[in-house]
């Protein structure tokens, strides 16, 4: 990998930043309300919006708006929120620090069950384990996060097992036990809806891999099943399941918006729902920013895994 392909892929990242900035900053532009009659109400004067108007920078071209609110929010100064009255920052940050926890603890263990469960049936098609993973992952992908995360809750989280809170959230810093206790059943929602779409992905590459001439030509050579499967088959079947993973990422962040309502769990997208009812819009717009570059992230993630997993493929 060239270290102009890098530098170009930062670039294109770059502009995606830009780009998404200018969508957010506008979007919100087009509401009926400024935050000025969003704060004094609608039956404020005219006198008292046009003065909080002008301290808060409103009466200004949007333009100019919109360079100061860019200009700070990559200082990491987001503004105010309209609901609170504090600042976004700390605020949208601890729940994306929150979200990231439930993502990554989700991330790692669908990769735990979903790879060896794709390369299992991958390698035994037809026969047990492999109907077993078809019906158990259509069944995965067919449920809804909304309706996984209801029978969980209340089959785990009822009176009759208890075995998990049913809402809530305890700091890793406090107690770590009970801190896991709170985020597991957000996580194994999350990761029973991707071990069923990444564990497919990872079956039918597999599939496909195990009857390529190369895996033959392998076999040829004398290597055991087991070397063919590790040293051959799996790292070529693992390069589509990475662009699946990449964009779980940003799905993880961005996706967990039900997933983090059902269970009260106070990260990101529960942050964008309550922005969103009070119509907060620094909130929203942080929060919006900071989901979308997480994306792009993730994206250039899976373009350098690629680079690393597959020494054929020449980035210049």
Not at 191 to 199: D, G, N, Q, R
Request: hydrophobic share 55%; net charge neutral; aromatic share 8%.
């Amino acid at each position: 990998m060239s270290a102009s392909f890098l530098l170009r892929r930062l670039a294109y990242l770059a502009l995606t930043a830009f780009l998404v900035s200018l969508i957010v900053f506008g979007v919100t532009q087009l509401l009926p309300a400024n935050a000025a009659t969003m704060i004094l109400g609608e039956y404020a004067t005219p006198e008292a919006l046009a003065a909080l108007n002008e301290r808060l920078g409103l009466d200004q071209p949007a333009l100019v708006q919109y360079w100061h609110w860019l200009s700070s929010a990559f200082q990491g100064d987001f503004g105010t929120s309209l609901r609170t009255s504090q600042p976004v920052g700390p605020t949208i940050m601890a729940a994306f620090g929150r979200s990231a926890i439930l993502a990554a603890l989700s991330l790692l263990l669908v990769c735990v069950i979903a790879i060896p469960l794709g390369v299992l049936a991958g390698t035994r098609r037809g026969g047990p384990a492999d109907l077993g993973l078809s019906v158990v992952s259509y069944l995965g992908v067919s449920l809804p996060e909304f309706v996984l995360a209801t029978l969980l809750l209340a089959w785990l989280a009822g009176p009759s097992v208890g075995l998990f809170p049913a809402s809530g959230y305890t700091s890793f810093a406090e107690d770590p036990l009970d801190a896991l206790r709170h985020i597991a059943l957000p996580v194994i929602t999350l990761a029973i809806i991707l071990t069923a779409h990444i564990s497919r992905m990872v079956r039918s590459e597999m599939v496909d891999t195990m009857q390529s001439d190369f895996v033959r030509a392998a076999r040829l050579r004398g290597l055991s099943r087991r070397q063919v499967i590790y040293n051959h088959a799996l790292r070529n079947s693992m390069l589509p399941a990475i662009t699946v993973i990449a964009l779980d990422v940003g799905y993880l962040i961005g996706g967990v918006i039900v997933v983090e309502e059902v269970f009260a769990f106070p990260g990101i997208g529960r942050q964008l729902i309550l922005a969103i009812q009070n119509r907060d819009l620094p909130m929203l717009q942080a929060g919006a920013l900071i989901m979308a570059l997480t994306y792009a992230l993730a994206n250039l993630a899976a373009d350098l895994a690629y680079a690393s997993l597959d020494k054929r493929i020449q980035f210049k």
